[in-house]
């Protein structure tokens, strides 16, 4: 499948030695997100704000305007957003977490409950810090990583409707749902599951929020797998998903394709007022949220871009590509792939590591150590509960690593790069050794942990 776009501007990429590899993994304290970015041949980490921008956003961004009131970039930014989403309140802000601030600190009270199909790190622990708490109700599909099915994004709505009959259903302030599900496998949610969530909520007076960070790549995956929007255009199918709730928070450091950005959506005009109220005493006047006006420029103009059906086709068959060729090699991902990553079920590949030696940690290091790759751990070093001593107490369901996919950045050579190393390591996965905790931090612990390996 031939991307829509050829190839203008290049950063040149690190090609280091093993012992280099290996010298560098080890003063990172066997955490990837401490390496330098010199130091990596492919970079996986995330597929956040790491997109390559389009000769027409880098055109647009010279007439941003950067008056600190009223701007005109801030206008076609409004313009778009509010054309996309259907909202008619929109506030920008500098990425999703600090929507997600804004918004949490002006809709959920202390001892609430946020319902997600799953909630995203950030959002989760910006739930926790306004005093509420997050409860993850992702459908019973999800938990089957190897079946086919479409639509394992969905929220399971028995289990919400249970909840919002229950003893605790006076508690649920709010019910975000994650599209896609970056939590759990990069899985699309369909729109009758959106329809049906909306109108539960409606029902209980509750508020209905989309997470829509990855808007474009859920609405491509709705219009390839459920029957109905086939021959609805991805922004078409975009806009009516936006219109099943009353208001989004979205980083736009994905399907924005833009380094920075975000916006909060809104439709209640009392709860605009307090967000802007305190968008402008921390992130910025309400025409500008923390953005530049030349970013308000590249992100209206990556709005355009990003629904194009073409890239995404183009994008989605590279992921799946890639996945066939992992597979084939012998190592499994979660099913069927997503587009913005692809999760390697890394507890399966190793099998001589139990969960308190962080297989999933261990896939990554050595996909670092071997090629220079560096990944995300998914798995119970980021998601396991543990004691004082960080000893592993409950395992997380399962030991994944996730392999994000940055937008129009590697060709699918660098992807088959990617899945040669891992082939590699399959033959003899043994040689992979465990790690052990040496030092973490109290919250969001896979960002700072330092770890060092079994011998
Ligand atoms: N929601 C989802 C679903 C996300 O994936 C992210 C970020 C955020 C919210 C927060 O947005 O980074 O702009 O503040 N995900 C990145 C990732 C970091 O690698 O998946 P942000």
């Known amino acids: 499948m031939l991307p829509p776009y050829r190839i203008k501007v290049v950063e040149p990429i690190a090609f280091l030695s093993a012992e280099q590899r ?51 970039s801030w206008f076609r930014f409004r313009d778009q957003v509010g054309s996309l989403t259907g909202y008619p309140f929109i506030l920008p802000v500098h990425q999703g977490r600090a929507g997600e601030r804004v918004l949490f600190s002006n809709l959920l009270k202390p001892g609430q409950i946020c319902v997600s199909n799953t909630h995203f790190d950030t959002t989760h622990a910006n739930v926790e810090l306004v005093g509420a708490r997050p409860v993850d109700l992702p459908c019973a599909e999800a938990a089957d990583l190897d079946s086919s099915e479409p639509f394992k994004g969905n929220i399971d709505l028995d289990a919400l409707e249970h909840l919002l009959d229950g003893p605790d259903g006076g508690k649920v302030g709010l019910v975000l749902m994650t599209i896609t599900n970056n939590g759990l496998g990069a899985q699309p949610v ?14 209980h007076r509750i508020p209905f929020f989309l997470d829509a960070a990855r808007f474009a790549e859920n609405a491509w995956l709705v219009h390839e797998r459920e029957p109905a929007y086939r021959d609805m255009a991805p922004r078409q199918i975009a806009t009516t998903a936006f219109g099943y709730a009353d208001g989004c928070v979205v980083s736009l450091k994905k399907d924005g394709l833009s380094a920075v950005g975000g916006f909060i959506g809104l439709r209640d005009e009392q709860l605009h007022a307090a967000c802007e109220a305190n968008l402008i005493a921390t992130e910025g006047f309400s025409t500008y949220g923390g953005l530049a ?90 998601l396991g509960a543990m004691d004082e001593n960080h000893q592993l107490v409950t395992p997380a369901p399962f030991e994944l690593v996730r392999l994000a996919i940055p937008r129009r950045v590697y060709t699918d050579t660098h992807l088959e790069y990617v899945a040669a190393i891992l082939a590699d390591i399959a033959k003899d996965p043994e040689r992979v050794s465990g790690y052990r905790i040496v030092s973490a931090p109290p919250i969001l612990r896979h960002f700072k942990v330092r770890l060092e390996p079994l011998t």
């Open 22 to 72: 290996r010298m560098a993994i080890a003063s990172a304290g066997y955490n990837p997100f401490n390496l330098r970015a010199d130091q990596i041949t492919i970079d996986l980490l995330s597929d956040s704000g790491t997109g390559a921008t389009s000769d027409a956003q880098e055109a647009v961004a010279a007439l941003g305007d950067e008056s600190y009131a009223g701007a005109r």
């Open 190 to 203: 369909s729109m009758a599951n959106l329809k049906a969530t909306s109108e539960l909520c409606r029902r």
């Open 293 to 382: 006006g030349h970013d308000l420029e590249r992100l209206a103009q990556g709005l355009r871009e990003v629904v194009d059906p073409w890239y995404l086709q183009a994008r989605a068959a590279s992921t799946a590509r890639m996945a066939q060729l992992i597979n084939d090699a012998g190592v499994d991902t979660v099913q069927p792939a997503g587009i913005h990553a692809l999760y390697l079920n890394a507890g399966r590949l190793l099998p001589h590591l139990s969960p308190a030696q962080f297989p999933g940690h261990a896939l990554g290091c050595q996909l670092y150590l071997d090629g220079g790759i560096r990944c995300a751990e998914l798995g119970s070093l980021y």
